[in-house]
Structures are given as C-alpha cells and as structure tokens.
C-alpha cells in the first residue's frame, strides 16, 4: 500500500500535503476507519513479476486500485427488501510512464469480474473524473450528478431565531440521527415499485470523511459541529421525531461545507438547514456550500442556489444482477471515495 500510494502522491496530495503527510493521512483512512477487511489495495502486475512470489514486494506495479466494503440494500421486487455486501472503488491509478498500455483497461476489467464473479456483489460504484466512456467499456454506467451551490457571502449574518427547535449534530447524538435515518431508509425503500439500490448511510462512511478533510486543517482538532436537525412538534414513544437533518463534512482542501447527507420534508425545512450549514460555513470562511442529487421539489431556487450538472465525480454504477436498469436512490455525497 505505502508503494501505490508513494505513486499516487503526486496525483492527489501535493503540494498542499507532505509526502508523508500524505502515507499518514491514507495509512489512518485505511487501518483505523477502514479496517483491512473492508479495505483492499488492487495492483496490476507482469505475469513474470507474479510468476516470481519471491520478488513480489519488488515487482512494477502497472497500475492500482482501492476498494471499500460497503452496506447497501437493493429490492428487486415490491416489498422484497434485501441487505447486501457491495463495492466502491477508488483511487485508479496507472503511473505517467506505464499510461496508454492498456494496464488500466486490464485492471478494471479484472477487478469487475472478481467483484462479480468471486465476491458475489450484486453491484460495484466508482466516481470517474474522466468521463463515461472508459469505465462504460467494462459496464460501470455513469448518472447524473446535479451540485446544487449556496454562495456564503461575506457579510453572512445569522438568521433570526424562529419557532422551529433546531438541534445540533455532534459525536454525542450522531450515531442515534445515523440510526433513525437507517430505519426510515428501510421502511421508504420497501415501499417502491421498481429495481431499486441505496448505499446505506453509516459509520464508517462519515467518520471518514472526517478523518480525511483533518489532514488538510491548521486546526488543532476537527470542529465540533457535524450537522443541524430540526424537530417535530409530536413524539412516538417519546422519541422525537424530525422534519428533516443534514450532516456536513468541513472541506479545508477546497474551502467549502459540503452536505453528505440531506433530509428534508418541505421547501421551509430545506431553507433552515441551508441556512444553518451557511452558518457553519461561515465560521470558517468559507464560500460554498455544496449539495448533491437532492430532490429538487425540496428547494425554492427562486431564492438561492445554483444547480450545475456536473462531468466530473461522475457516479458510475455496475450493475451485477441482471441486464435490467436499476434506480439508484439517495446518490448523495456520502457514497463518494
């Protein structure tokens, strides 16, 4: 791991990163969020390098990968709900001198029928930054990401109180709003009529986020602030409930809150959670917040925000199943690696 990522250094953390900022940074997000289960580091090597398992920790690598081990539920029917084992992958890389050789092409193709074949995954995601046509050859289908951007503006003030009860995200109740989240995911998704899949929103996922967005901060610890709920006025089983929430990650690399997850129930909620992640924005100086795939009937663009259909961090999805087309609920931020 340490060799795939001395190579991709160059590519993904410098010059704001150290190199060994960098080691550390991917060693954390691997061993202590990631555990080595969930986590795996693919290389493509010369079928003499593999023939020769003496020398394997001194053979070329022609080009790498990363997967992450994730939870997802897919219904194939109404009503048949399904929790399974699925794959993100990340971090395909071919060195500059081994590019145009065909080593990428070999890699992803493998890599899918290992997945498929061996894993027995229903389905593998990936992001690409370099269009739909590459990783469309070996069956990751790319969807459309909207990015919806709240500008933060200098003079942001904070917006008068209302009657609303606004709670905050922190480590002490975020796994609880996890949860409740995860309950509501479930019972939502039973109740659609057509081939469905969602990437389940859960620890680690957030965790690391947090974890990767500490190395590019001055800050002597990572803000306390995850996120902001807004309550109901009734309760079952005395447990509120809420009209919707956000969790946000800080991006100090880029200087902007982005949203990982959403819920929202009207237009007005979605307005007060815009307005408290601008709030947390601006604590820090940042610009942007930045939103991703929400439902659009949430938001009053006629207000604020600016939709850009993006060509980069393209969600592209393999679908391992069947032929059919396959609905990808909940595209949000937190799948992304």
């Known amino acids: 791991m340490v060799r795939t990522n001395r190579n991709s250094y160059i590519e993904w953390g410098y010059p704001q990163l150290t190199i060994d900022q960098y080691l550390k940074r991917e060693s954390v997000l691997s061993n202590d969020v990631y555990n080595s289960e969930n986590f795996k580091v693919w290389i493509l090597i010369s079928t003499k390098d593999a023939d020769d398992a003496s020398n394997i920790n001194e053979s070329t690598i022609l080009s790498a990968c990363e997967t992450f081990k994730r939870k997802a539920l897919i219904t194939l029917s109404p009503g048949q709900v399904q929790e399974v084992t699925c794959y993100s992958i990340a971090s395909v890389f071919t060195p500059p001198q081994y590019r145009r050789k065909g080593y990428a092409s070999t890699m992803m193709k493998l890599l899918s029928d290992k997945l498929r074949f061996e894993f027995k995954a229903p389905f593998s995601f990936l992001y690409s930054d370099i269009g739909t046509d590459f990783y469309g050859r070996f069956g990751w289908k ?77 800050l002597n610890e990572y803000p306390k602030i995850l996120g902001a709920k807004i309550l109901k006025d009734q309760d079952i089983n005395n447990q509120k409930l809420s009209k919707g929430f956000v969790i946000w990650h800080h991006d100090f690399q880029y200087n902007k809150l982005e949203i990982l997850r959403f819920r929202s129930d009207s237009p007005q909620t979605t307005q007060l959670l815009i307005q408290k992640a601008k709030q947390e924005a601006s604590r820090f100086k940042f610009k942007q917040v930045i939103l991703w795939n929400p439902d659009l009937r949430l938001l009053d663009l006629s207000k604020e925000g600016e939709i850009v259909e993006m060509t980069t961090k393209l969600p592209s999805l393999a679908w391992y199943v069947n032929d059919d087309n396959v609905d990808w609920i909940l595209n949000e931020k937190y799948a992304w690696c």
């Open 142 to 218: 790319a969807y459309t990401l909207k990015e919806v951007r709240f500008k933060v503006d200098d003079n942001f003030t904070t917006p008068p109180e209302n009657s609303e009860t606004v709670i905050t995200i922190d480590l002490s109740n975020l796994e609880s709003v996890i949860q409740q989240d995860y309950e509501l995911i479930k019972k939502e998704f039973s109740k659609l009529n057509k081939k469905s899949l969602v990437v389940l929103p859960i620890n680690p996922t957030y965790n690391w986020f947090m974890e990767r967005s500490k190395h590019f901060s001055n």
